[in-house]
């Protein structure tokens, strides 16, 4: 409620990466229901891996898990290490100064940097909220990725787009959703009647 009257993006990022879109209170959504599949945006053409959705540098594939662990292991972290990181286990890695959490870190942020700036340029949200497992960011996400969105030209000094973190769970937020949305509908029903 608190971002009610303004054009606000939440980015999930549990399941894949995909994003709400919403103006004014109003959900927005095309004809094919594309408009909050983010995880498809191209962030790097030259990408590691193919995405399922046959194209290489998704941003979804980009920051997955996947390629975290690989990054790690890149970076000289032991092969048990690395497959048993999780995001927020990496995100506190980083918080509390690790070098190579760090540098993922601050990968991770760039990858999202160049998603949002793009994303700006076509629906220019006031808000971003991430939820899911990048609502565990660390300051040092939270840092790169402000300094890279801050180089775009297009924002005016000081005017970026808030970013917020919202760590509270998905399925209940699913929940509450589902539960507000069915009364709606059973009120407006009703009036009908």
Not at 134 to 158: I, S, T, V
Request: some cysteine; aromatic content about 10%; charged content about 25%.
């Amino acid at each position: 409620p608190e971002y009610a009257d303004q054009r606000m993006m939440t980015v999930f990022t549990t399941w894949g990466v995909s994003a709400c879109m919403t103006e004014r209170g109003h959900v927005l959504n095309g004809r094919d229901s594309l408009i909050g599949e983010i995880g498809h945006m191209i962030v790097a053409s030259d990408g590691p891996v193919v995405c399922g959705c046959g194209k290489r540098g998704c941003l979804e594939s980009m920051v997955s898990l996947a390629r975290v662990r690989v990054m790690l292991r890149n970076l000289g972290e032991d092969e048990q290490s690395a497959a048993g990181i999780t995001l927020r286990a990496l995100f506190e890695r980083s918080a509390a100064g690790d070098e190579r959490a760090r540098k993922v870190s601050a990968y991770l942020a760039h990858c999202f940097a160049v998603a949002l700036q793009n994303l700006s340029l076509s629906y220019n949200q006031e808000i971003v909220v991430f939820q899911g497992d990048f609502a565990w960011a660390d300051a040092h996400f939270d840092k790169c990725l402000k300094e890279e969105l801050g180089q775009f030209r297009y924002y005016p000094r000081g005017e970026l787009f808030d970013i917020a973190y919202d760590r509270r769970e998905l399925s209940l937020l699913a929940a509450q959703g589902g539960a507000g949305k069915l009364s709606e509908k059973y009120f407006s029903a009703l009036a009908a009647q």
